[in-house]
């Protein structure tokens, strides 16, 4: 019997195990072809209908209305902070960004780089604890787009409500809590993940993107930078990433089977519950960092007392199995990344050694 790791990791983080199976089962005779998904031409029919299931099920799934894009691109979340600005800021235009952490400072000085920008609200003071109100939002209403983080990855804190903009396109980087519950689409002009935390492995990068708003884009960019390059070319202008694509269909299906967002919401609050509870009874053990109302379902955030003890807690933590739960290595302390396909067992038996280690540490 394989032992699966308790895979607590960031990202790129766990997959679903019988994802794996099927892959691997399918890996070297693919559908009948005599080859590997791999090896087909992303030419062929064969692979064409997987690159288009996945954009069906992404559709179905996160009920996307029918005037938006789905793109399957690379380069990451990360080329996303240049190609938004690239496409859509410019001399005379402006930008808002909310600044909710590390990811949000890199695509705010991504698009320094290409225009105007200001920040729309930070919370930085308060170390990245919580999601800025909706009324500490500030912007003119005549922004290119507003942008904003919706998971913060490294700080541990998520949006429970996005702003009404009005007439402002407004922009999310969902790369860490993509598909973990069900999300009004509709409220954005676009939408942009990359792959390798909810939805499969790294080098595949999501957008969802409103046709009205890719049609106010800039032309005079490179053209492999150029979304409606991808959009007309249903993101087969040049050679895709197909493995990933492939296992992104998988991970899309597998989410079908186990009953869609809102089964995928029930189990990803239940796994958050345990480990949050774990450090609300521990009489300041552990130290949550993120504010209560902005704490995220998919990166749960903490530090303990001192900095020994966190060590302590860390080296225990590996030698008992627990994969990837030291924090960032921007701020340390202590993270689980508790993504859609890690399974309650993990964060149960996690939230049993916090327990444990209180008892004999405390
Ligand atoms: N945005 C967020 C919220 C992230 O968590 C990450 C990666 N952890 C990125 C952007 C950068 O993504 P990539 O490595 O795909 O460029």
């Not at 705010?108 to 290409?114: D, M, N, P, S």
């Not at 904003?148 to 903009?165: C, D, H, M, R, V």
């Not at 933590?317 to 993990?346: L, M, W």
Request: with cysteine.
């Amino acid at each position: 019997d394989i032992k699966r790791a308790y895979n607590f990791n960031a990202g790129p983080s766990a997959l679903p195990l019988s994802v794996l199976e099927k892959a691997q089962q399918e890996l070297i005779d693919f559908r009948g072809t005599g080859m590997s998904i791999m090896e087909l031409s992303h030419r062929s029919a064969a692979y064409e209908e997987v690159h288009n299931q996945a954009i069906a099920h992404l559709k179905d799934l996160m009920s996307i209305p029918d005037n938006y894009e789905v793109l399957f691109l690379q380069g990451g979340a990360s080329l996303q902070f240049s190609m938004i600005p690239m496409n859509f800021l410019g001399e005379g235009k402006k930008a808002g960004y909310v600044m909710t952490g590390s990811w949000s400072e890199k695509a705010f000085a991504e698009a320094k780089l290409f225009g105007e920008v200001s920040q729309a609200a930070s919370s930085k003071e308060g170390k990245y604890r919580r999601i800025p109100r909706l009324a500490e939002i500030q912007f003119q209403g005549d922004e290119a787009y507003l942008h904003l983080t919706s998971n913060n990855t490294i700080y541990g804190t998520q949006w429970k409500e996005f702003p009404a903009t009005g007439n402002v396109p407004l922009i999310a980087d969902m790369s860490s809590d993509i598909l973990s519950k069900p999300v009004d689409v509709s409220k954005f002009s676009m939408i942009y993940a990359g792959a390798q935390k909810n939805l499969g492995p790294s080098g595949v990068t999501v957008v969802i993107v409103r046709k009205e708003f890719l049609e106010k884009a800039n032309s005079n960019i490179p053209t492999m930078l150029k979304y409606s390059t991808h959009a007309k070319n249903n993101s087969l202008y040049n050679t895709p990433p197909t493995f990933g694509i492939y296992m992104l269909g998988e991970v899309l299906g597998w989410v079908q089977e186990i009953g869609g967002l809102e089964e995928v919401v029930r189990r990803n609050e239940e796994k958050a519950k345990v480990i949050y509870d774990a450090i609300d009874n521990s009489n300041g053990f552990y130290i949550g960092h993120a504010e209560n109302d902005s704490r995220s379902l998919m990166n749960i955030t903490f530090n303990l007392k001192s900095e020994e003890l966190e060590k302590a807690f860390l080296v225990q933590a590996k030698q008992e199995g627990f994969i990837g739960v030291n924090g960032h290595r921007s701020i340390g302390g202590c993270r689980a990344s508790t993504y859609n396909a890690v399974p309650y067992e993990s964060c149960k038996a996690f939230s049993e050694f916090m327990e444990q280690f209180q008892k004999q540490n405390g």
